[in-house]
């Protein structure tokens, strides 16, 4: 069984839940013929390394394995110099510009190494550019964890729908936005009240701007208008605007006239907006959860609806690109 060496870059939450993730399904993947072993786990002061594999029940632990496999080695030192078969990029992104991951995807394709990644903002940032570069070194940049948390949009466009033209693309692309709205009409409530329930949830986080004001919407509907409709866009191109002007009565008022109101990210038109869903259509999905509609030329209609986040259901798509590679 060939082995494939997995660096893993940031141990958060969507970190630690590719670890659980791989320790729960061990048995199935062996049962693939699949053999993923973690070599290099690293943080922000340092990282852990053992090229026989490191023990992820200790790793999650913080355990001793960390004493004794502890290095100063950074990030981009590790890539390097252990040139792992995939670097998993899974730091949190800054959309200004995209970096601490932007320096690891660009470090890990240069060497020659495959990456898999759920951080938007290098993608937002400079989608061609590291395709390309990619491309130049044969080997893969998988993304889907980007978009949608657990929801399979990008590979299953690349896979099974390929055949087909896409003619538009629109949804809610994020939880958190759309609990908010899903609170404020159930409850009757205000956007900072729904905010405050969501952060005590951990649903949002402490500073929810990027989630409130569009910003991480604008950055999939930067990655989706790339990956499947061809546009060679970035994140300045996209027309944002969130819902921190939504006001309970505005909510009211669309009840009463048969609609929702939901953040919607527009693929074909680039633009990020609170629009009018009718109610019971399939976009109209209520607390954390996402939804995307694709209008194909031969396929239709087709709506996807998931988890768009969290630590365990992001793994689900962050492990379908690392068994692509791996396979
Ligand atoms: N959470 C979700 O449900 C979800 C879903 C889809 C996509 N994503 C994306 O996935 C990425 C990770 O999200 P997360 O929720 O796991 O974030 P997180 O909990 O904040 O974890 C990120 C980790 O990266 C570490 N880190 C920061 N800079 C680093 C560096 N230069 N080198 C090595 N490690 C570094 C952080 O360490 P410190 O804590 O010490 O700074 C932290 O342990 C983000 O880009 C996020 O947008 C998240």
């Given at each position: 069984?060939k082995?494939?060496?997995?660096a893993?870059?940031g141990?958060?939450?969507i970190?630690?839940g590719f670890a659980?993730?791989?320790?729960?399904?061990k048995?199935y993947?062996?049962?693939l013929?699949?053999?993923l072993?973690?070599?290099?786990?690293?943080?922000v002061?340092?990282s852990?390394?053992?090229?026989?594999?490191?023990?992820?029940?200790?790793?999650l632990?913080?355990?001793?394995?960390?004493?004794?496999?502890?290095?100063p080695?950074?990030?981009?030192?590790?890539i390097k110099?252990?040139?792992?078969?995939?670097?998993?990029e899974l730091?949190?992104?800054?959309?200004k510009?995209?970096?601490?991951?932007l320096g690891h995807?660009?470090t890990?394709?240069?060497?020659?190494?495959?990456?898999?990644t759920?951080?938007?903002?290098?993608?937002?940032l400079?989608f061609?550019?590291?395709?390309?570069?990619a491309r130049k070194?044969?080997?893969?940049?998988g993304?889907e964890?980007?978009?949608?948390?657990?929801?399979?949009?990008?590979?299953?466009?690349q896979?099974?729908?390929?055949i087909n033209?896409i003619?538009s693309i629109y949804?809610?692309?994020?939880g958190?936005?759309?609990?908010?709205l899903s609170?404020?009409e159930?409850?009757?409530?205000?956007?900072?009240?729904?905010v405050?329930?969501?952060q005590e949830?951990g649903?949002?986080?402490s500073?929810p701007?990027?989630?409130?004001?569009?910003?991480?919407?604008?950055?999939?509907?930067t990655i989706l208008?790339?990956s499947?409709?061809?546009?060679?866009?970035?994140?300045k191109?996209?027309?944002i605007?969130?819902i921190?002007?939504?006001?309970?009565?505005?909510i009211e008022?669309?009840r009463?006239?048969?609609?929702?109101?939901?953040?919607?990210?527009d693929?074909?038109?680039?633009?990020?907006s609170?629009?009018?869903v009718?109610?019971?259509?399939?976009?109209?999905?209520s607390g954390?959860?996402n939804?995307i509609?694709l209008?194909?030329?031969?396929?239709?209609e087709?709506?996807?609806?998931?988890r768009?986040?969290?630590a365990i259901?992001t793994a689900s798509?962050?492990?379908?690109?690392?068994?692509?590679?791996?396979r």
């Amino acid at each position: 069984m060939k082995t494939t060496r997995i660096a893993i870059i940031g141990f958060g939450v969507i970190g630690r839940g590719f670890a659980e993730v791989l320790l729960r399904k061990k048995k199935y993947l062996r049962e693939l013929g699949v053999d993923l072993r973690v070599v290099a786990i690293c943080e922000v002061d340092g990282s852990l390394v053992n090229e026989g594999g490191i023990n992820l029940e200790e790793a999650l632990k913080g355990g001793s394995g960390k004493k004794r496999d502890w290095t100063p080695l950074k990030a981009v030192d590790v890539i390097k110099k252990h040139k792992p078969d995939i670097v998993l990029e899974l730091t949190p992104g800054n959309i200004k510009n995209g970096e601490p991951g932007l320096g690891h995807i660009i470090t890990a394709l240069s060497n020659g190494i495959n990456v898999v990644t759920s951080n938007k903002a290098p993608l937002a940032l400079q989608f061609y550019e590291l395709m390309n570069l990619a491309r130049k070194n044969n080997v893969v940049l998988g993304f889907e964890a980007t978009v949608g948390g657990a929801m399979p949009v990008i590979n299953l466009y690349q896979s099974t729908l390929r055949i087909n033209r896409i003619r538009s693309i629109y949804g809610i692309l994020n939880g958190t936005s759309n609990f908010v709205l899903s609170k404020m009409e159930e409850e009757a409530i205000s956007l900072d009240d729904a905010v405050k329930e969501a952060q005590e949830l951990g649903i949002a986080e402490s500073n929810p701007g990027y989630d409130i004001d569009g910003i991480d919407t604008a950055a999939k509907v930067t990655i989706l208008a790339n990956s499947l409709m061809n546009k060679r866009v970035s994140f300045k191109d996209i027309k944002i605007k969130g819902i921190r002007e939504i006001t309970p009565k505005a909510i009211e008022l669309a009840r009463k006239h048969g609609y929702s109101i939901k953040l919607i990210g527009d693929i074909k038109n680039l633009e990020v907006s609170p629009r009018l869903v009718v109610k019971g259509d399939p976009l109209d999905v209520s607390g954390s959860l996402n939804a995307i509609m694709l209008d194909t030329d031969i396929a239709g209609e087709i709506t996807i609806v998931g988890r768009g986040a969290g630590a365990i259901e992001t793994a689900s798509s962050l492990l379908s690109d690392v068994l692509e590679i791996a396979r």
